[in-house]
């Protein structure tokens, strides 16, 4: 049977008077590529469970300010293509992300990616408008964060293979950590400002520095899964700032065989 | 039990990418069986080729190891052969390169005061070939020869603890190879038994490297009662394909057992550098190692 679609040709009124596209339900599908530059009003792009393998056009949208897609799309996106005007990019599913998040749009609040994707960058050019910057899943990215301060209440996640190279130059270590920390991930949160939230899972061995008086107002630092934090719990809380830790404490697969062993 | 350290020391490994070439055997009550002759290891190495360990005896009379909060206490005599010594499993020696590093606090204290030589706690891998004659370990090529590395304050005069308690003697072992290692303890009149060191050695192809409390140990005088020479032979072991054993807790020496507490022996089948060291010595220090004082 010939598969079905909706092929829209025809838009009373015109395309320009389109502020918003949403398509949340499994069917009808849209598939295929979207091309939104004739949308030049649009504000709003929403897709649900459907078959998108490219989104095209929009790079030249000045009033999308959402763009969500969810669900079992995989879809090809370059930040240098997201509009200038664009606040809110949520994207869940096997999507492509590539690109530079140097390139994300000024206008930005929040980025969310939870795909499969190969963006790089440097954290410290994220707009200061942005309040979240979320890059769990599957990803690859290889971001640099060189230390420069994220912006008022921004909350970032990232997960296990971002790798966050953030002094390199950091050779003996910062007061209370050991040098054989630095031999692994090591996140240093000196450059988060006031009401930041950094929330990270999934690392094996990661090493949080200089969260005490450089940095003396994280408030949330949830930890969920990594076993090292040492010296930043305690510098964290003499700053008269209100810290919540959360800690899920995690044993380690061989450690936990040896326990067993000689029990 | 003391999961939350071992957790921690089992992620530090892995962290510096070295869990797949140790094993290692920690004597901690706490942090191993605590109880009976069986010591286990722990480590990428463990389940492959570096079996558990046994606690074993020789001589009249036995001198029974001892689990303890601070590890194994070998109260080796100090009137002929070594009583009590740790023995692996079998495994095979990788001759690209090996380091070994045990973490262990000498009785100077205990020690005979008619006792001339420092028997110090040796980490041997040896191959296993009967000697056919007696004496410990038996099994083993003994160690004929060693090379000590001396501090150089003070001078040492000769081997008596109470006179230069500060020897590091680093055996080369012909077929074999391994260390001795002694604290930093003071005279023995004046030992605090309180003086806990973690020791290392790494080799390659004749490149040694020593280490102490995890600084580079090259400030000391290389010593031997042989030819330099010998040191050579470190690089020139043939037995790779023969049956190796990891002995430990024992001495070389005729005259002077083991006697003091052993926390814990690594073994690495690789040739670590001096920051892999260091780091691996901070990590014991602040994971396994926590409580004993160690510098």
Redesign the interface.
């Known amino acids: 049977m010939a598969e079905s679609g909706i092929k829209i040709t025809y838009l009373s009124g015109g395309s320009d008077s389109i502020t918003s596209i949403t398509c949340l339900s499994s069917f009808p599908r849209l598939k295929g590529t979207i091309r939104l530059n004739a949308f030049t009003n649009l504000t709003t792009f929403d897709g649900g469970d459907n078959g998108l393998e490219a989104v095209t056009g929009f790079s030249q949208l000045t009033a999308l300010t959402t763009f969500r897609m969810q669900g079992q799309n995989t879809v090809g996106f370059n930040l240098l293509e997201l509009p200038r005007s664009l606040e809110y990019f949520d994207v869940f599913g096997q999507n492509t992300i590539t690109g530079n998040i140097s390139a994300l749009p000024s206008t930005l609040r929040r980025y969310r990616n939870r795909g499969n994707n190969t963006t790089t960058g440097n954290l410290s050019t994220l707009p200061s408008s942005m309040g979240t910057y979320d890059n769990q899943g599957a990803n690859t990215v290889y971001e640099y964060y060189n230390g420069a301060s994220l912006g008022f209440n921004q909350k970032v996640w990232t997960s296990t293979k971002q790798t966050w190279n953030l002094k390199p130059a950091l050779s003996s270590g910062v007061p209370g950590m050991?040098?054989?920390h630095l031999?692994?991930l090591v996140i240093d949160l000196s450059g988060l400002t006031w009401n930041n939230t950094l929330l990270i899972g999934e690392t094996?061995?990661s090493t949080f520095t200089a969260a005490g008086p450089e940095n003396p107002y994280l408030n949330l630092l949830d930890y969920s899964y990594?076993?090292?934090l040492s010296a930043a719990i305690d510098e964290m809380s003499n700053n008269g700032c209100s810290v919540t830790l959360n800690l899920t404490a995690f044993?380690?697969p061989?450690?936990e065989a040896?326990?067993t062993?000689?029990? | 039990m003391n999961v939350d350290s071992i957790n921690k020391f089992v992620f530090g490994v892995k962290g510096l990418e070295l869990w797949n070439n140790m094993a290692c055997w920690i004597l901690r009550e706490d942090q191993n069986k605590d109880t009976g002759i069986t010591v286990y290891s722990l480590g990428g190495l463990s389940a492959s080729n570096m079996p558990h360990a046994t606690l074993k005896t020789v001589g009249t009379p036995p001198g029974l190891p001892i689990w303890s909060t601070n590890g194994v206490v070998f109260s080796g005599d100090s009137d002929g052969w070594p009583h009590n010594y740790m023995e692996s499993g079998s495994f095979t020696f990788n001759i690209s390169g090996a380091t070994v590093f045990s973490v262990i606090n000498y009785d100077y204290a205990g020690l005979n005061t008619n006792v001339t030589a420092v028997g110090p706690t040796i980490m041997g891998i040896l191959p296993v070939r009967p000697t056919g004659g007696a004496g410990f370990p038996g099994d083993y090529y003994q160690f004929p020869r060693r090379i000590e590395l001396m501090r150089t304050s003070p001078t040492p005069a000769n081997e008596n603890p109470s006179a230069y308690p500060s020897t590091y003697g680093i055996i080369i072992a012909r077929g074999g190879f391994g260390y001795a290692a002694a604290t930093n303890s003071g005279p023995a009149a004046n030992a605090d038994n309180n003086n806990w060191a973690v020791v290392g050695m790494s080799y390659l192809s004749g490149n040694q490297l020593f280490s102490r409390n995890g600084d580079n140990f090259t400030n000391g005088t290389l010593r031997s009662p042989l030819p330099l020479n010998d040191t050579a032979s470190l690089g020139s072991l043939g037995f790779i394909n023969e049956d190796y054993r990891l002995i430990t807790g024992t001495t070389l020496r005729e005259d002077a057992g083991f006697r003091g507490t052993s926390a814990a022996y690594f073994y690495f089948n690789k040739f670590l550098d001096q920051r892999e060291h260091t780091k691996l010595y901070t990590l014991y220090k602040e994971t396994l190692g926590t409580g004993l004082g160690l510098p």
Do not use: E
């Open positions: 050991s040098p054989y031999a692994t094996i061995f990594g076993p090292q044993l380690d061989d450690a040896y326990k062993l000689i029990s």
